[in-house]
């Protein structure tokens, strides 16, 4: 059983951060990449940031020089470092892994909870 547990988010102020953190666990491996989406009411889904086992990252042009987003392969953790928080980012965020559930198994994507981020004064 693959499980994504996404921490760290809540309420901030604009112009405020957040570090959001999404730990793997269970039956997965070959991560091959992992990274954030969001979705905010009456809004698509978006891809904010990704980052792959080899480190190479991308971002969503609406957060470049704002978040940061980061790995611990060790760890099968993402994390998605937050600064200059705008209203416009307010949505709920969704982690995803793009790996095996076993190891010689077809590699899927498995998505996490989400969790609310509000910026809001």
């Known amino acids: 059983q693959v499980q994504l547990v996404e921490s760290g988010g809540g309420l901030v102020q604009p112009g405020g951060s957040l570090r959001l953190s999404c730990a793997a666990s269970?039956?997965?491996?070959?991560?091959?990449?992992m990274g954030w989406y969001r979705q905010a009411p009456g809004k698509q889904r978006e891809l904010v940031a990704a980052?792959?086992?080899?480190?190479?990252?991308n971002y969503a042009d609406s957060v470049k020089g704002r978040f940061t987003v980061s790995r611990d392969g060790a760890k099968n953790t993402v994390y998605l470092q937050m600064n200059s928080l705008k209203p416009e980012d307010t949505a709920v965020y969704y982690c995803?892994?793009?790996?095996?559930?076993?190891?010689?198994?077809?590699?899927?994507?498995?998505w996490g909870q989400g969790t609310q981020v509000t910026v809001s004064s």
């Open positions: 995803y892994a793009d790996g095996r559930s076993s190891t010689w198994g077809p590699s899927r994507r498995y």
């Open positions: 269970g039956s997965i491996s070959s991560i091959s990449a």
């Open positions: 980052i792959t086992s080899g480190g190479r990252t």
